[in-house]
């Protein structure tokens, strides 16, 4: 899944390739790394993404379909939930910095930067939109 991040690696594509049932694999794979294989993927793809946005000057649409993503609106919006900034935004700020690292291992950098996605990204989003909506809720005068 690492070498080839951009494909589609459904469990059972690879639960078929290590011989054992979807079941079996998926329990193992989230003891072993610690998240379910998609969420796995999609580490690796923004992760692989955020380097080519970072450290190339390739069209944020190629980015996206380099990595994986069949939609610019879906990788768009999961790349702002995860990060916590657009694709463009991210390539600005992360241009703009002085290359401080362009002396440190490009596998260090990215392991630092690397997203962490201890819930889902629907789950944040249903989260934030919750915490929102609670916001605009006015509140009640005894």
Do not use: N
């Not at 380099?66 to 992360?94: I, M």
């Not at 002085?98 to 962490?116: D, E, G, N, Y």
Request: aromatic letters at 8%; hydrophobic letters at 45%.
């Amino acid at each position: 899944m690492d070498a080839a991040s951009h494909e589609a690696w459904p469990v059972r594509r690879l639960a078929q390739v290590s011989g054992v049932s979807e079941a079996h694999f998926a329990r193992s794979f989230k003891d072993a790394f610690g998240l379910p294989p998609h969420r796995y993927l999609l580490t690796r793809r923004i992760e692989r993404a955020a380097a080519l946005l970072r450290d190339t000057g390739l069209p944020v649409t190629e980015v996206a379909f380099r990595t994986g993503w069949q939609s610019l609106g879906t990788f768009g919006r999961t790349f702002r939930d995860v990060v916590g900034e657009s694709p463009g935004d991210f390539r600005a700020r992360a241009q703009a910095l002085p290359h401080a690292l362009a002396w440190v291992p490009a596998c260090f950098v990215s392991a630092a930067q690397r997203p962490a996605l201890t819930i889902a990204v629907s789950e944040k989003r249903r989260r934030e939109a919750a915490a929102s909506l609670c916001a605009s809720q006015p509140s009640e005068a005894p």
